[in-house]
């Protein structure tokens, strides 16, 4: 997972389409489709309007498809065609947002180009999002489970249901397939993570009703990727996008080989 600045043409005033959207656009020469090729699924996108700052935070969603579309979804009419990839905008700041002396207090430069991968000051743009993120979006979940002991003392976290999930769903990653028994030893026989698919919202702290079909069994790793937004990637979600990486990888291995 990567970081990368998006640079929403100047004056365009229109990032709103994208959120709504969905998706991440370039325009013009094919150089500029072409700054789309180095996103992968899941890395990180900081929607940046000019003269204003930071208005969004998405999520890539799939590779770039290399098209041309002709079917103008963001631009202007009157231009030929534009260049997409699909991004879940989770965070949408245009009520609020980072503005540009922020970026540059953090950061120490202000964006340039229609996509540029941010290399260092990783944990500056985490401490930047989340300090413009609504509190209302704080994940119970995420608090819930930040203690062992905590969680081990409550009743809303049964462990007759984390047994009866493994039995149920078994102890391989149900996003990746890890097996932490295949690749540790019998020393992490049984060790899996079980991650709810809906959040604890409204439980007040009281005990809730969950069953197996509410949960599924996954690695620490992907347990992690799972709660990077608010509400969770959904497991099908990151399944699908990991068995993608799996096949653009594999196929990368096959061409370099020949």
């Not at 935070?57 to 498809?65: A, I, L, N, P, S």
């Not at 990839?85 to 950061?107: M, Q, Y």
């Not at 119970?140 to 409550?154: D, N, V, Y």
Request: aromatic share 10%; net charge positive.
């Amino acid at each position: 997972m990567a970081y990368f600045f998006y640079n929403t043409d100047k004056g365009q005033n229109r990032f709103h389409i994208l959120i709504k959207r969905g998706i991440a656009a370039t325009g013009g020469p094919r150089r500029f489709g072409i700054q789309l090729r180095q996103l992968r699924p899941l890395d990180v996108l900081l929607m940046y309007e000019d003269g204003i700052g930071i208005v969004a935070v998405g999520r890539v969603q799939e590779y770039w498809d290399g098209k041309k579309h002709t079917k103008i979804l963001y631009y202007p009419s009157g231009e030929p065609h534009e260049y997409r990839i699909k991004v879940k905008w989770f965070l949408n700041l245009s009520n609020n947002p980072i503005n540009v002396a922020t970026i540059k207090e953090e950061l120490g430069y202000h964006p340039r180009g229609a996509v540029r991968r941010i290399v260092k000051r990783h944990d500056e743009v985490e401490r930047m999002i989340n300090q413009f993120r609504p509190k209302q979006n704080v994940s119970e979940e995420l608090a819930f489970l930040e203690g062992e002991q905590r969680a081990a003392k409550s009743t809303a976290r049964n462990p007759q249901l984390r047994k009866a999930a493994k039995k149920r769903w078994g102890v391989k990653c149900y996003c990746c397939g890890f097996d932490y028994e295949v690749f540790y030893g019998g020393v992490a026989k049984g060790l899996a993570i079980v991650h709810h698919l809906q959040l604890f919202h409204g439980s007040n702290g009281k005990p809730r009703k969950a069953t197996v079909k509410d949960v599924r069994v996954v690695c620490a790793n992907c347990h992690y990727v799972l709660h990077v937004e608010n509400p969770p990637i959904d497991v099908e979600d990151l399944k699908n996008q990991i068995a993608e990486s799996w096949t653009f990888w594999s196929d990368r291995g096959t061409e370099s080989k020949r």
